[in-house]
């Protein structure tokens, strides 16, 4: 099914209404869909070069719209069946913990899944059921999000599709690597 399900992604691509498609898959990936919306940009962009910037941006928009809708799944069911679950046996304040201890990191768990290839979606749930602040959310997912998708259309709109398989197999690496040398870098900045 998952096979299915990328393929149509992918077909997509050549679609005319391939901006509306990338609108929707970027904007349910992030609360519920498994297939990225790289899938989708990278053909598009190599199609048509001269729109990377404007299908990047309908992808940052969408996504961040999607994963306000994750946000508030997450603030919802933990409402409506998380919370009674947890006080059924007892571990309220054990999540509570938990929830203080995640929205002190918050900002980052937001800025390192937009950015890397860690399922989205999981993120934007989670800062909604542990009530991370919802501007603190929205600022970091648009940061992580345009990081994301704006570096992907700035690569293949230089270098076109030679470029591809890189994105494809290293830039998850690649952004992996630069979350690590950014937190390093700003704990040495704390602790030297």
Do not use: C
Not at 92 to 121: M, Q, S
């Amino acid at each position: 099914m998952l096979k299915k399900l990328y393929d149509w992604t992918l077909g997509l691509a050549q679609s005319p209404h391939a901006l509306w498609g990338l609108a929707v898959v970027a904007f349910l990936e992030s609360s519920v869909f498994p297939i990225p919306p790289d899938i989708l940009m990278i053909p598009m962009i190599i199609a048509a070069p001269s729109r990377a910037f404007l299908i990047a941006g309908v992808a940052l928009v969408s996504s961040v719209l999607g994963g306000m809708l994750g946000y508030f799944i997450g603030w919802g069911a933990f409402e409506s069946i998380g919370r009674p679950v947890l006080e059924f046996y007892g571990k309220t304040d054990a999540f509570d913990d938990f929830a203080t201890r995640y929205n002190e990191f918050g900002p980052w768990a937001v800025l390192i899944a937009g950015v890397t290839p860690f399922p989205y979606k999981v993120i934007t749930i989670l800062s909604g059921s542990t009530g991370l602040n919802f501007t603190v959310f929205m600022v970091s997912s648009i940061i992580a999000r345009g990081l994301r998708f704006f570096i992907v259309a700035a690569l293949l709109w230089k270098f076109g599709a030679p470029i591809r398989d890189f994105i494809e197999r290293r830039l998850g690496l690649v952004f992996i690597l630069f979350v690590i040398l950014l937190i390093g870098g700003f704990y040495a900045v704390k602790y030297l």
